[in-house]
């Protein structure tokens, strides 16, 4: 049964998906990825998504970030009706408002991480010029790899390129977070680290939606979205934030 909640603790929803749907046309006609979603997300609620394979996870995903476009339906985030956007103005507007988080890191790899964390804020001209460099060396430390700033990705551990990353996802201080898989590449332990930085991140109120195939993981979310053949088919609380 799908639910829907318009608020949380009085507050409006900062993500809301209404009567969407996505098709992908094949040769064979028109494939549906996801049917009639109705989602709202409140301001500071970590949020995780489950499903099989196939399910529609990432499709989902991809409606709140702007990367894809519904069918039909609105989406609607911050706002602003983002399924009404150019491609140009959702450019813009995915730089300012929201983070994202790959499961394989997508850092730049001619540039050292702490080039890679300012990237974002030189892309949307946020902040002084001479302030970037600070900003991304704060949030390096945040994450805790301060020490690692100056090196190339490729000299990190898998685990210390995900920090990297999210710090970037953090650059440009978005409401709204997502990560697609963020702790898939790791091993146990360090998704363990990497996901405790997220409960630091819901913690101090930042509005966080992840995929996730890790039910251990999820089970550490404030919600958990069940999605089936490209419905959601529960919606449940953990009873935490």
């Known amino acids: 049964m799908e639910t829907t909640r318009a608020y949380q603790h009085g507050t409006p929803a900062l993500v809301s998906l209404s009567g969407v749907f996505k098709n992908y046309e094949t040769g064979a006609g028109e494939v549906p990825v996801l049917e009639d979603i109705n989602l709202q997300?409140?301001?500071?609620?970590?949020?995780?998504?489950?499903?099989?394979?196939?399910?529609?996870?990432?499709?989902?995903?991809?409606?709140?970030?702007?990367?894809?476009?519904?069918?039909?339906?609105?989406v609607v985030v911050g706002g602003e009706p983002i399924h009404e956007l150019s491609e140009n103005e959702l450019a813009r507007w995915r730089g300012r408002h929201v983070g994202v988080i790959f499961q394989f890191f997508q850092l730049l790899p001619t540039l050292s991480v702490l080039e890679n964390v300012a990237l974002p804020m030189d892309f949307c001209n946020l902040y002084r010029r001479r302030e970037r460099k600070d900003r991304a060396m704060e949030l390096?430390?945040?994450v805790g790899i301060a020490d690692q700033a100056h090196k190339l990705p490729s000299a990190l551990s898998g685990g210390q390129q995900q920090r990297a990353a999210i710090a970037r996802a953090l650059a440009n201080d978005p409401p709204v977070v997502v990560g697609d898989e963020?702790?898939?590449?790791?091993?146990?332990?360090?998704?363990?680290?990497?996901?405790?930085?997220?409960?630091?991140?819901?913690?101090r109120g930042k509005t966080l939606v992840i995929v996730t195939h890790?039910?251990?993981?999820?089970?550490?979310?404030?919600?958990?979205?069940?999605?089936?053949?490209?419905?959601i088919d529960r919606d449940e609380s953990n009873g935490h934030k």
């Open 41 to 74: 997300v409140s301001e500071g609620e970590f949020v995780s998504i489950v499903g099989p394979s196939g399910s529609g996870k990432s499709t989902l995903l991809n409606m709140i970030t702007g990367i894809d476009r519904p069918t039909s339906g609105e």
């Open 140 to 142: 390096l430390e945040q």
């Open 182 to 203: 963020p702790t898939g590449n790791l091993d146990t332990a360090t998704a363990d680290e990497v996901f405790a930085l997220f409960e630091g991140l819901a913690a």
């Open 214 to 231: 890790d039910r251990r993981l999820s089970a550490r979310t404030g919600r958990v979205l069940h999605l089936l053949d490209g419905c």
